[in-house]
Structures are given as C-alpha cells and as structure tokens.
T-cell receptor, first 109, second 116 residues
C-alpha cells in the first residue's frame, strides 16, 4: 500500500527552529509537497521538492531524499502565527496526491 | 490572490435536504478538480476527481448517488450533497491544479456544512 508518515503533534518555542519529518512509501514518485493548514481553513501551498536536496524559501526550507523516502520541513525564527497543521503529500506515478495525516505544530511563547 | 473560489463558505441545512457547493478556478482552466472532505482533527480525504465533460471518479467508499459532481465547464465544478444527514456534517474543500507534475494544488476556502 501507499502511506505517508509524519508526527501527529510537535511543540516548539517562539523564535526557535523546528523540523517536521515525513517518510513515504508510494507507487512511483513525482514530487513531494508541503502545505500549511490553519484550523478551520483550507491548506495553502508551502513547497515542492522533486530532486534531492534542500529548497529554501524565506524562513521555511524543505529537504528531500528520494533514496530514503524522506523529507523534512524546517521552520526557522518561529512566530506564533506558524501554529498550524503541516501536511506532507506525495504525487505518485499516476500524479495522484497521497496525503499524510498532518503534524499539528504548537508554538509557545 | 485566490485562484480557486468556493461557495458557500458555511451552510446549515436540515436533514433530508440537498446542498450544492460550487468551485471555480478563477484565472485558469481546470480540466480536473478534486473534492476533499475533512473531519475535525483528521487529514484530507479525497472524495472524488471531477473531470470536465465526463463522469467523476469516486474514491472507494464514497457514494456517487449521494455526492453528485458536475463539471460542466473548464472553470466550474459543483458538488451536491443529496438527502443530507447529520453524519455528512464536515468541511468540504475543492482544489484544482494548473497542470500536472510540479504544479501545486490550489484550494478553495472550503465549505463548512452542518446538517441539523
């Protein structure tokens, strides 16, 4: 079967750095997406990785290792507004998106 | 700005009635749109793939006669929840992509359906 694993919940302190991991097993691979979802709202696109390595976009960075079936989202200089769920999704060989259950990130002052 | 518009954002209806939710791609043509459902504290669950000009493809366990999908144009897909019941109360979200591969899904703002 196909599955995406990510931690259910993480807690971090304002101003700190947090890394949210995602491991996947899918039938083929056409890229990995990270989305942010605030409570009661629809997800918003954060990043896309299809090649190995680190993609940096402001305070957010995303890393991919295809051989390990592994990605992480790195959030720096955490702000209270970063409190949200972070969803990992993989596009498989049929371009279907396989979704993780999401990681709820709690930021404490 | 938003590239996918979803309406209504909230709806309350009585059990047994039907509710229609609209999803529009604002500045691009979407031959395919996706309908998701999300229950509280759970992840997105793909319900169906809406294909312009043809029948929708439903995921296993989703009743096609209960959740009617119509994709009549390249910019509009509708989801009708027929004979709604309280257990249908959920957050329904549509999405569309400009293309395959690296193109991310753009989501509508979602519709919070409450069936009383």
């Amino acid at each position: 079967g196909q599955n995406i694993d990510q931690p259910t919940e993480m807690t971090a302190t304002e101003g700190a750095i947090v890394q949210i991991n995602c491991t996947y097993q899918t039938s083929g691979f056409n890229g990995l997406f990270w989305y942010q979802q605030h409570a009661g709202e629809a997800p918003t696109f954060l990043s896309y990785n299809v090649l190995d390595g680190l993609e940096e976009k402001g305070r957010f960075s995303s890393f991919l290792s295809r051989s390990k079936g592994y990605s992480y989202l790195l959030l720096k200089e955490l702000q209270m507004k970063d409190s949200a769920s972070y969803l990992c999704a993989v596009s498989n060989s049929n371009y279907q998106l396989i979704w993780g259950a999401g990681t709820k990130l709690i930021i404490k002052p | 700005g938003a590239v996918v518009s979803q309406h209504p954002s909230r709806v309350i209806c009585k059990s047994g009635t039907s509710v229609k939710i609209e999803c529009r791609s604002l500045d691009f043509q979407a031959t395919t749109m996706f309908w998701y459902r999300q229950f509280p504290k759970q992840s997105l669950m793909l319900m169906a793939t809406s294909n312009e000009g043809s029948k929708a493809t439903y995921e296993q366990g989703v009743e096609k006669d209960k959740f009617l999908i119509n994709h009549a144009s390249l910019t509009l897909s509708t989801l009708t929840v027929t004979s709604a019941h309280p257990e249908d109360s959920s957050f329904y979200i549509c999405s569309a992509s400009r293309g395959q591969g690296s193109s991310p899904l753009h989501f509508g703002n979602g519709t919070r359906l409450t069936v009383t």
